[in-house]
């Protein structure tokens, strides 16, 4: 499903710099999802937003829903190379269907 | 254990064989979803079981692919015929509530098939 598109695709930056990964969905959501996946492992739940104009941080990793609640933000402040993965946001939908994003590919240069 | 256990964590098959990916959720979860992750892409639902019943079947690709979990605990998804299109990461996740609430729902690593 291309429901949840993410920006950019993939990103190289060099340890220490800020980023941002943009996560925008066709539809208004109600729930949305920011996931963390290693290469060669499962995703790991990073953070939960629900309601319009939140913002929730965990470390150096802060996500924010906008006011219309059609886009959320991952920034990540001073990356290390702890950070590189595959970054996820996913949605909630009627029934027990559950809508990953098209993922974006960190890759931090020590 | 732990956590989600697949198996095999690596499957090489050739075109036209069979194949079983197994899922051992964590004891005691009622909820249990199937995802294919094709290489690049973001996982793609497959399928939901509450305890042995499978509710939610939409997201097989073909009737090549079935799904059970006879007993509500191990489940396995078997891919017949297999085909390259077929060439992705199986995801298992369970859940202790019903029906999927993203921060509760833990991942096993997946089952990386490729089909030669």
């Known amino acids: 499903s291309q429901e949840l598109e993410q920006s950019p695709q993939s990103l190289i930056v060099q340890e220490g710099k800020n980023l941002t990964i943009n996560c925008t969905s066709s539809k208004t959501l109600y729930g949305l999802y920011w996931y963390k996946q290693k290469y060669g492992e499962g995703l790991i739940f990073l953070m939960m937003l629900q309601k319009g104009g939140e913002e929730k941080s965990h470390e150096k990793i802060t996500a924010k829903l906008d006011e219309k609640k059609q886009q959320s933000s991952l920034h990540i402040t001073a990356s290390q190379p702890s950070h590189a993965g595959i970054y996820l946001c996913g949605a909630d939908r009627t029934g027990n269907q559950f809508y990953f994003g098209t993922g974006t590919s960190l890759t931090v240069i020590p | 254990g732990a956590g989600v256990s697949q198996s095999p964590r690596y499957k090489v098959a050739k075109r036209g064989q069979d194949v079983a990916l197994r899922c051992d959720p964590i004891s005691g979860h009622v909820s249990l979803f199937w995802y294919q992750q094709a290489l690049g892409q973001g996982p793609e639902f497959l399928t939901y079981?509450?305890?042995?019943?499978?509710?939610?079947k939409s997201g097989l690709p073909s009737d090549r692919f079935f799904a059970e979990r006879p007993e509500g605990s191990v489940s396995t998804l078997k891919i017949q015929r297999t085909q390259q299109e077929d060439s992705a990461v199986y995801l298992c996740?369970?859940?202790?509530?019903?029906?999927?609430?993203?921060?509760?729902?833990?991942f096993g690593e997946g089952s990386w098939l490729t089909v030669v």
């Open positions: 079981f509450q305890n042995e019943a499978q509710l939610d």
């Open positions: 996740a369970s859940s202790t509530e019903q029906g999927f609430s993203g921060n509760t729902i833990y």
